[in-house]
Nanobody, 124 residues
Framework: VQLQASGGGLVQPGGSLRLSCAAS????????MNWVRQAPGKEREFVVF????????NFADSVKGRFTISKANAKNTVYLQMNSLKPEDTAVYYC??????????????????WGQGTLVTVSS
């Protein structure tokens, strides 16, 4: 099983980035996908959930209205489009897969498979 996150980098406040997470080694279409982030010196926090079909999404309040997510089952890839980025969005972003439906955001640590993370830095 492998989850390969990519697309991170340095961006100015107000800018945009698109993260990708490419999956292999399991049946991607049977899994919900999630993004979790960890800011420097802080615990990991839930960012967004998308169900296996891509038609049920739940965002953390901190990113609602600025981030969007899509799941391409034919490509075994999930995308996180991040717009209007703020310095407080600076973090390592991890994608995670889980065969269950939506879990409580605080239960992010229960996700079954994890990627290695990609660093997003929002700074002028």
């Amino acid at each position: 099983v492998q989850l390969q996150a990519s697309g991170g980098g340095l961006v100015q406040p107000g800018g945009s980035l698109r993260l990708s997470c490419a999956a292999s080694g399991f049946t991607f279409s049977d899994y919900s996908m999630n993004w979790v982030r960890q800011a420097p010196g802080k615990e990991r926090e839930f960012v967004v959930f998308i169900n296996r079909y891509g038609d049920s999404i739940n965002f953390a309040d901190s990113v609602k209205g600025r981030f969007t997510i899509s799941k391409a089952n034919a490509k075994n890839t999930v995308y996180l489009q991040m717009n209007s980025l703020k310095p407080e969005d600076t973090a390592v972003y991890y994608c995670a897969a889980d065969p269950r439906g939506r879990l409580r955001p605080v239960d992010w640590y229960l996700y079954e498979y994890w990627g290695q993370g990609t660093l997003v830095t929002v700074s002028s």
